[in-house]
């Protein structure tokens, strides 16, 4: 019988999806939440609901039916140490939150390995690749200095393909998916610490769901690749279509910010991708734009950080300026890519100032 590892995975929303996968596979998963989120959890276990292909509705994965272990714990409550691998799953900026900030300075200092499945890149991840000067991105981030503490070779990235939400009537413990895609993560540089993605990758693609008597396969596997270089395909089609969602005076659906100027759409898109195989990427690892701008058919709403933006966020992932600061490391530069900057940093200017504005009116009326 192959070894079962204990995997802490910060974030109970997005994390549940890749908790779901490992508890399938009989893994046991620790879910980092907020507290009333952790009790709900250990009471009522995770609900994944997600499309199968060749059947009728969602198919519903119930933590409390997996043969996997399931718990829930606050920052506070964590000895890193008990892990063979933490996963990364909430928004980089949550990362500086008071509680999850000293819970990631535990987690470098232990030295347990990392998986990262955000959008957004770890600085330790940059670091890995060659003749980037990952110093030179710190501005990318809320607050650089949550990883200053973590090794490179420690921390690997998984593209977070599957897209998957909330739905708002439900309880927190509750994840619908709406995009059952793969999990793409690249190697560590320990091959014992690949070793264990392999298996996870394995198990995982063994795992069978019981449905009404039947043991189903279910979508959303793990697929581990020796290039680096395979998670960062998501940044041609972030540029093009998650961040262009972003305008002057407010935001579009993904399908118009990629098809309301297809020709330009392409274009962004091949100089992100050339920007990728300039740092080393093979194109082979990257997603063609025919098959990209087809699955943007159906992307109806604006994107999240649009959403977040247009709703008052005062930070988000800014992938479109990591980016715009590789490009310039190599010598490139997108007016386009420049233009999505620009914009953004608008929406933010402004949120922030509101915000600034509302705590200060607050402050006089207490």
């Given at each position: 019988?192959?070894?079962?590892?204990?995997?802490?995975?910060?974030?109970?929303?997005?994390?549940?999806?890749?908790?779901?996968?490992?508890?399938?596979?009989?893994?046991?998963?620790?879910?980092?939440?907020?507290?009333?989120?952790?009790?709900?959890?250990?009471?009522?276990?995770?609900?994944?609901?997600?499309?199968?292909?060749?059947?009728?509705?969602?198919?519903?994965?119930?933590?409390?039916?997996?043969?996997?272990?399931?718990?829930?714990?606050?920052?506070?409550?964590?000895?890193?140490?008990?892990?063979?691998?933490?996963?990364?799953?909430?928004?980089?900026?949550?990362?500086?939150?008071?509680?999850?900030?000293?819970?990631?300075?535990?987690?470098?200092?232990?030295?347990?390995?990392?998986?990262?499945?955000?959008?957004?890149?770890?600085?330790?991840y940059l670091a890995r690749i060659p003749g980037l000067d990952a110093s030179g991105l710190r501005a990318c981030f809320h607050d650089a200095t949550v990883w200053d503490d973590f090794e490179p070779g420690l921390m690997t990235l998984c593209s977070p393909d599957p897209q998957a939400f909330?739905?708002?009537?439900?309880?927190?413990?509750?994840?619908?998916?709406?995009?059952?895609?793969?999990?793409?993560?690249?190697?560590?540089?320990?091959?014992?610490?690949?070793?264990?993605?392999?298996?996870?990758?394995?198990?995982?693609?063994?795992?069978?769901?019981?449905?009404?008597?039947?043991?189903?396969?279910?979508?959303?596997?793990?697929?581990?690749?020796?290039?680096?270089?395979?998670?960062?395909?998501?940044?041609?089609?972030?540029?093009?279509?998650?961040?262009?969602?972003?305008?002057?005076?407010?935001?579009?659906?993904?399908?118009?910010?990629?098809?309301?100027?297809?020709?330009?759409?392409?274009?962004?898109?091949?100089?992100?991708?050339?920007?990728?195989?300039?740092?080393?990427?093979?194109?082979?690892?990257?997603?063609?734009?025919?098959?990209?701008?087809?699955?943007?058919?159906?992307?109806?709403?604006?994107?999240?950080?649009?959403?977040?933006?247009?709703?008052?966020?005062?930070?988000?992932?800014?992938?479109?300026?990591?980016?715009?600061?590789?490009?310039?490391?190599?010598?490139?530069?997108?007016?386009?890519?420049?233009?999505?900057?620009?914009?953004?940093?608008?929406?933010?200017?402004?949120?922030?100032?509101?915000?600034?504005?509302?705590?200060?009116?607050?402050?006089?009326?207490?």
């Amino acid at each position: 019988m192959s070894k079962k590892f204990n995997i802490l995975i910060l974030g109970a929303s997005y994390g549940s999806l890749l908790a779901s996968k490992l508890l399938m596979a009989g893994h046991s998963v620790s879910l980092v939440c907020r507290r009333d989120t952790a009790t709900l959890i250990n009471s009522e276990g995770t609900r994944v609901r997600m499309p199968v292909k060749g059947r009728e509705g969602l198919v519903e994965i119930d933590s409390r039916q997996l043969p996997g272990k399931l718990s829930a714990v606050t920052p506070t409550d964590v000895k890193p140490e008990q892990y063979d691998l933490v996963c990364l799953a909430m928004q980089e900026p949550q990362y500086s939150a008071s509680g999850v900030r000293e819970l990631m300075k535990a987690i470098a200092l232990a030295k347990v390995p990392c998986m990262s499945i955000m959008n957004m890149p770890p600085l330790p991840y940059l670091a890995r690749i060659p003749g980037l000067d990952a110093s030179g991105l710190r501005a990318c981030f809320h607050d650089a200095t949550v990883w200053d503490d973590f090794e490179p070779g420690l921390m690997t990235l998984c593209s977070p393909d599957p897209q998957a939400f909330r739905p708002p009537e439900e309880k927190p413990n509750v994840l619908q998916v709406g995009l059952p895609t793969n999990f793409k993560v690249a190697r560590f540089e320990n091959p014992a610490h690949t070793a264990m993605l392999e298996q996870m990758e394995a198990d995982i693609a063994a795992a069978r769901l019981t449905v009404n008597g039947e043991a189903i396969d279910l979508p959303v596997k793990l697929k581990v690749h020796d290039s680096i270089f395979v998670p960062l395909a998501k940044w041609a089609m972030l540029l093009t279509g998650n961040y262009r969602c972003v305008g002057a005076d407010g935001m579009r659906p993904i399908r118009d910010a990629v098809h309301g100027d297809i020709e330009l759409s392409r274009q962004i898109y091949g100089w992100v991708v050339d920007l990728c195989v300039q740092l080393g990427a093979s194109r082979d690892d990257m997603v063609p734009f025919e098959k990209y701008a087809a699955a943007g058919q159906g992307l109806m709403k604006p994107s999240s950080a649009a959403r977040a933006l247009a709703a008052g966020a005062t930070d988000i992932e800014r992938i479109d300026l990591l980016v715009k600061l590789v490009a310039e490391q190599k010598g490139l530069r997108s007016e386009s890519v420049c233009e999505t900057v620009r914009l953004i940093n608008g929406w933010l200017e402004r949120n922030r100032k509101a915000a600034a504005e509302k705590k200060a009116a607050e402050a006089v009326v207490a």
